[in-house]
């Protein structure tokens, strides 16, 4: 074999070797910058027509739309568990996310809900990219009324299980605001997630992008 | 129905004196065309009806106060407060029914639930007042709002990585790169 040869030989191990080694890092869904996360129900805009808009009359939601992170999904009607819990939308579903009927439509006055999966068992789900949201990023919610709710995202939160903040989450407001909810904040085999990934956001004027 | 106590503000001897006579008095005030569903009267007759008695946030609340009593000398009443009321209420005489007076309280909006006390009195004279007191309860939303985190997710995305396959690639590479550089250094000593 000739310099040549072997210098190509040299490059293909050298590359199988960092293939080999990047199979072995691992990956997780992304999570929110904590410094950036105010600690209060703040609600946020740079711009007039992003002052919270006033309520609309309630109305069922059939979609959402988060057009930074490729979200597309339809709605389906979440009720509580006996212990009061939200019960997720079926896992087996990827691109399926689901609002809480009992409460708030988005877009009315109060805290709208909408959880999602962040994978199932296969992979990657509909919210995976939840954490990745930052203020100012845009939510649309298609409404059976015709009209798109859209709302700008304030904060993106990361709140471990064992001590989710009830009040500031689901907690009644004057506003039409939305709260989307994922799994996030590590996971641990066993024990699974550690934690909810929520981003909150305010209903604006804005036309749906 | 409900009785509270009542709380004659003044001359609280002189009320409780005429209680009999009021106790009388009311056995015969004409009966109030609303149902009561919330109902309670003072020593000297004065009462407040609540219609509904058990409401949500924002709700509103129609009031039938009795001020009938032949024992009131000027029988208007104050105004009917309660902290789960956006302001005090004014009442307003109702027509044909003498000494009874109506008013429509809201709730406020962001009231906690539980039970609150509505208050207000008729005046017995220019210096003394009787009081009359009902209770509204303001529902609890536990049915309404979740509790607690969402289970989200199973995990199927998250990949915790492979440290000995990390190094193992790691050492292959380092193998293919030495050979490359000696490799080079000969190619360049030619």
């Given at each position: 074999m000739g310099p040549a040869g072997r210098r190509f030989v040299a490059r293909a191990v050298l590359v199988l070797g960092l293939v080999i080694a990047g199979r072995g890092v691992g990956s997780a869904p992304p999570q929110p910058?904590?410094?950036?996360?105010?600690?209060?129900?703040g609600v946020y805009w740079?711009?007039?027509?992003?002052?919270?808009?006033p309520p609309l009359p309630a109305s069922k939601p059939l979609r959402v739309r988060i057009p930074s992170i490729g979200v597309d999904a339809p709605l389906t009607a979440l009720s509580l568990d006996s212990g009061g819990q939200l019960r997720p939308p079926p896992?087996?579903?990827?691109?399926l996310a689901g609002w809480?009927?009992?409460?708030?439509?988005?877009?009315?006055?109060g805290p709208a809900i909408i959880a999602g999966h962040v994978d199932n068992a296969h992979g990657p789900a509909?919210?995976?990219?939840?954490?990745?949201l930052q203020r100012g990023d845009t939510v649309d919610v298609l409404r059976a009324d015709r009209r798109t709710a859209v709302f700008l995202v304030d904060d993106v939160a990361v709140f471990p299980k064992n001590a989710f903040p009830d009040q500031r989450v689901y907690g009644p407001t004057p506003l039409a605001v939305l709260r989307l909810i994922t799994c996030g904040g590590g996971y641990r085999a066993g024990?699974?997630?550690l934690g909810n990934v929520v981003v909150f956001a305010h209903l604006v004027k804005r036309q749906p992008s | 129905m409900r009785r509270i106590p009542p709380r004659p503000t003044r001359r609280r001897a002189a009320a409780l004196a005429a209680a009999t006579a009021a106790a009388t008095a009311f056995a015969l005030a004409p009966a109030v065309a609303l149902a009561p569903t919330a109902w309670a009267s003072g020593v000297n007759g004065a009462d407040i009806t609540l219609s509904p008695d058990t409401v949500d946030p924002g709700d509103t609340v129609g009031l039938i106060v009795n001020c009938?009593?032949?024992?009131?000398?000027?029988p208007n009443p104050t105004m009917v407060s309660s902290l789960a009321f956006v302001t005090a209420v004014k009442l307003h005489p109702m027509p044909g029914q003498a000494g009874f007076f109506s008013g429509a309280a809201t709730v406020s909006h962001d009231v906690k639930p539980g039970d609150y006390n509505v208050s207000g009195a008729c005046q017995v004279t220019n210096t003394s007042l009787s009081g009359f007191n009902a209770t509204v309860t303001v529902k609890g939303h536990e049915h309404e709002h979740p509790h607690g985190p969402v289970h989200?997710?199973?995990?199927?995305?998250v990949d915790p990585g492979n440290g000995t396959q990390v190094a193992f690639g790691l050492g292959i590479a380092g193998l293919g790169g030495g050979a490359l550089y000696w490799s080079r250094r000969r190619g360049g000593q030619h």
């Open positions: 910058d904590a410094s950036a996360v105010s600690s209060d129900n740079y711009s007039d027509e992003d002052r919270p808009a896992e087996s579903r990827k691109n809480f009927a009992d409460g708030t439509a988005p877009g009315s006055a509909v919210f995976y990219g939840l954490g990745a024990q699974g997630y | 009938s009593s032949s024992y009131f000398g000027t989200t997710g199973v995990g199927g995305s």
